[in-house]
Nanobody, 113 residues
Framework: QIQLVESGGGMVQAGGSLRLSCVAS????????MAWYRQTPGTQRQLIVS?????????SYVASVKGRFTLSRDNAKNTVYLQMNNLKPEDTGVYYC?????WGPGTQVTVSS
């Protein structure tokens, strides 16, 4: 059974950085299409970044994170990373990865002002 697990969340001050990881297991092969979402209490999950394949030019970022967040992969580890720089309080939320029609459990990111 395919499983996704996120990690790397935490608490940082505004302007800080975090790197999230999403590891896929259960017989998957990389590269694979995936996306990162963010959810805050009382809201729906918002798409942050998505990629259809390994092509680094085929990555789509939501405007609010463009230039600050970067998606990368380690295919040997079936892992996708989300490097988040210059974090802002509005980046706070639970971050989920989605691939193969599945969701990971999420990882909490809290940015203080």
């Amino acid at each position: 059974q395919i499983q996704l697990v996120e990690s790397g969340g935490g608490m940082v001050q505004a302007g800080g950085s975090l790197r999230l990881s999403c590891v896929a297991s259960g017989g998957v092969t990389s590269p694979y299409a995936m996306a990162w979402y963010r959810q805050t209490p009382g809201t729906q999950r918002q798409l942050i970044v998505s990629t259809a394949d390994i092509d680094e030019y085929n990555i789509s970022y939501v405007a609010s994170v463009k230039g600050r967040f970067t998606l990368s992969r380690d295919n040997a580890k079936n892992t996708v990373y989300l490097q988040m720089n210059n974090l802002k309080p509005e980046d706070t939320g639970v971050y989920y990865c989605r691939a193969f029609g599945r969701w990971g459990p999420g990882t909490q990111v809290t940015v203080s002002s």
